[in-house]
């Protein structure tokens, strides 16, 4: 760690980021920024092998041998990104192989609703902790959910973090293939009368879990997080491009979007607000 006081690399480091230049060492690195910058970067991480974990299962349930190859496939991107996040993280000093070895990622819930709230102390997005059930629920996860971690990724192609930035380039491409994966499917679904209510009913129960994995409007933290370039948008101005694009689709393909409201934090839990 550089020998500056702390205060002193904040006051660099935030000044670095206004005039637009990037971060690329730990020595360059706030005790806060660096606190931030491991806490996103872990959620992804954990977010990308949890997913990689529920898709398992789909790769033997698939209904033909193309989708077993192709369901497959995502499954080894989202081990890939997962395993090029923890290689950023070990580049933090965290010892990842101790943290891997303590969480359990193939953990899932048996409720249908769990808000906002996290089922267990590893980082990923909530929506991960819900089972993947049946085909119509593995064609909405990637429907919404790629969908919305991909709104969501997009502030990290361009964060104040180079090394991210430059991880990010491949993985954002990748989640751009597993969209577009579920959009070819939710498409040939619900406009087949035989299978159009199944996927309504997936829709039904995805898209609320995709809405409140965005955070809080107007969070202190979120704050945080654009003050050192780490994130540039508000959750709630995320949330809507993401609502604005899964409308237009669902316009497209014949789908009703299901009504959404913010959930209430439970006071008994920490709530779960992804900046």
């Not at 995709?210 to 955070?215: E, K, L, V």
Request: net charge negative.
């Amino acid at each position: 760690m550089s020998p500056e006081p702390n205060r002193v690399r904040e006051e660099k480091l935030l000044e670095k980021i206004a005039a637009g230049g990037k971060i690329e060492t730990i020595e360059e690195m706030s005790d806060d920024y660096r606190g931030h910058l491991t806490n996103l970067m872990m959620m992804q991480a954990d977010s990308e092998l949890a997913g990689a974990f529920g898709y398992v299962p789909w790769i033997q349930k698939s209904p033909d041998i193309k989708e077993t190859l192709q369901v497959a496939q995502i499954v080894k991107d989202e081990v890939r990104h997962a395993r090029v996040m923890y290689r950023l993280l070990e580049g933090l000093e965290v010892d990842v192989d101790e943290y891997y070895r303590s969480h359990n990622f193939n953990l899932r819930v048996d409720k249908d609703d769990i808000g906002t709230l996290r089922a267990a102390d590893d980082k990923r997005v909530n929506i991960f902790y819900y089972p993947i059930e049946r085909w119509s629920d593995f064609i909405m996860f990637n429907f919404c959910m790629d969908r919305g971690a991909g709104h969501q990724l997009e502030d990290s192609l361009d964060c104040s973090y180079k090394p991210w930035c430059d991880g990010m380039e491949g993985i954002f491409k990748e989640e751009e293939m597993h969209m577009a994966h579920g959009d070819q499917w939710a498409k040939r679904l619900s406009q087949d009368d035989k299978t159009h209510d199944d996927i309504q009913a997936a829709f039904d129960k995805w898209y609320p879990r995709t809405m409140n994995i965005f955070g809080r409007a107007n969070s202190p933290k979120n704050a945080i997080y654009r003050k050192y370039g780490l994130k540039k948008r508000d959750n709630d101005e995320v949330r809507r491009a993401f609502a604005a694009d899964v409308a237009a689709k669902a316009a497209a393909f014949g789908l009703k979007v299901p009504d959404w409201k913010p959930v209430a934090a439970q006071m008994s839990d920490e709530p779960f607000i992804p900046g």
